[in-house]
Structure formats: structure tokens, C-alpha cells
């Protein structure tokens, strides 16, 4: 199985800093690679997909870059309803995997 | 507009059974991928499964966690997809979603907002 790994586990940040968090694969996933935001008690959102594509709807201060195994998303001017958890998949193979999450506080 | 509804969840004693539903509409269910995923209390996601559509054979895809305990099934006519839950163990308490997968550019674009299996005696 293809592993995910996200670091960092967790952030602080501030409102309209920029921050990045990066998902790194156990081997290549080309550019099968998701991104999603979690609110609590919510379902996750999907954000970026095909590794770099900004879904419909989602602000362009989500950003992301990565290819085969090295991947980053990063938040621009971040903004309160940004603070929240953030997932990566791998969608090359299944089981599809999970990154362990990186909560983004405040 | 794009809807997944999960429904089933409750609270279950280790070793019995349970079905998960999940109903969707607002897109051609026969269309697409229909996946689960899960979250313990407290814990990141895990994929469980998911079944292709019948046009590309309609097979499934589980995880090892789950393989051989848990099916995932699809009634295309009713636009339901389900997961059966067998031999429930206390670490299969969650909170389920379904989720829609794109064949083209995979990716789960639209989740059901989850339903909560308790698995305790």
C-alpha cells in the first residue's frame, strides 16, 4: 500500500499569514493527489485535486504543487474560516490512503 | 444539485451486522465511483471501499481493515449505494461517509455529511 505522510500534525498561524503544509508519498503517485478541508462535525471538502487543480468554488488563496511524491498546499492570506483540518489522498491505487491530517490553528 | 445522504448508523453490539445506505440525486448515480470513508472519534479519515459502475464492471475495492467483513453494494435504479457491516468489532465505530469518485481525474468531489456506527455492548 502506498503510505501518506502530511507534517507538519499541526500549525499555528494568523489571520493573513501564508502558510504550507506538505504530503509526501511512499512511492510515485504521479498526480493522482487530493486535498481536502475539515471542519469539525463536518464533512471534508474537496479543494485541489489532480494535485494542483483548484476545485470549482474553492478561493484562490488555496493553492498547491507536487508530482510523484512530493507535494505541497498552501493558504495565502489566511482567513478565520480557513483554521481547520487538512487531508491529502492519493487517488493512483487503492487503497486509496489518507494523510494523517494537519490541523491548522490559531 | 448534488446530494448524498447516509442513513443506518446507530448503535450496534460487537459480532452482529449492520447496512448503511447512502442516497443520492442531483447527478447520473450510474455514472460514477460510489466510495466510503470513515473517521474514528477524534481520528484522521480511512477509506473503507468503494464500487465501480456497472459499465466498468461493477466491481469493488475494499480495505484490508474491512476485507471480508464489510460489502459494498449498488441499486442503480433506486440511485442507493450500501455498505454492509459484518462481524462488527468496537474499532469499526465511526462516523461514515459516502462519497462520489470521478473516473476522469479521480477525486471524491461531493461526500454524504456522514452517519455515526457505534459499535459497543
Known amino acids: 500500500d502506498i503510505q501518506m505522510t502530511q507534517s507538519p500534525s499541526s500549525l499555528s498561524a494568523s489571520v493573513g499569514d501564508r502558510v504550507s503544509i506538505s504530503c509526501r508519498a511512499t512511492?510515485?503517485?504521479?498526480?493522482?493527489l487530493s486535498w481536502y478541508q475539515q471542519k469539525p462535525g463536518k464533512a471534508p471538502k474537496l479543494l485541489i485535486y489532480?494535485?494542483?487543480s483548484l476545485q470549482t468554488g474553492v478561493p484562490s488563496r488555496f493553492s498547491a504543487i507536487g508530482s510523484e511524491t512530493e507535494f505541497i498546499l498552501t493558504i495565502s492570506d489566511l482567513q478565520p474560516e480557513d483554521f481547520a483540518t487538512y487531508y491529502c489522498?492519493?487517488?493512483?491505487?487503492?487503497?486509496?490512503?489518507f494523510g494523517q491530517g494537519t490541523k491548522l490553528e490559531i | 444539485e448534488v446530494q448524498l445522504v447516509e442513513s443506518g448508523g446507530g448503535l450496534v453490539q460487537p459480532g452482529r451486522s449492520l447496512r448503511l445506505s447512502c442516497t443520492v440525486s442531483?447527478?447520473?448515480?450510474?455514472?460514477?465511483?460510489m466510495a466510503w470513508v470513515r473517521q474514528a472519534p477524534g481520528k484522521g479519515l480511512e477509506w473503507v471501499g468503494f464500487i465501480r459502475s456497472k459499465n466498468y464492471g461493477g466491481t469493488r475495492e475494499y480495505a484490508a481493515s474491512v476485507k471480508g467483513r464489510f460489502t459494498i453494494s449498488r441499486d442503480d435504479s433506486k440511485s442507493i449505494a450500501y455498505l454492509h457491516m459484518t462481524s462488527l468489532k468496537t474499532e469499526d465505530t465511526a462516523v461514515y461517509y459516502c462519497?462520489?469518485?470521478?473516473?476522469?481525474?479521480?477525486?471524491?468531489?461531493?461526500w454524504g455529511q456522514g452517519t455515526l456506527v457505534t459499535v459497543s455492548s
Open positions: 489532480a494535485a494542483s
Open positions: 512511492q510515485s503517485i504521479r498526480t493522482y
Open positions: 489522498q492519493q487517488t493512483l491505487t487503492t487503497p486509496r490512503t
Open positions: 462519497t462520489r469518485e470521478t473516473y476522469n481525474i479521480r477525486r471524491s468531489d461531493y
Open positions: 442531483g447527478f447520473n448515480f450510474g455514472d460514477y465511483i
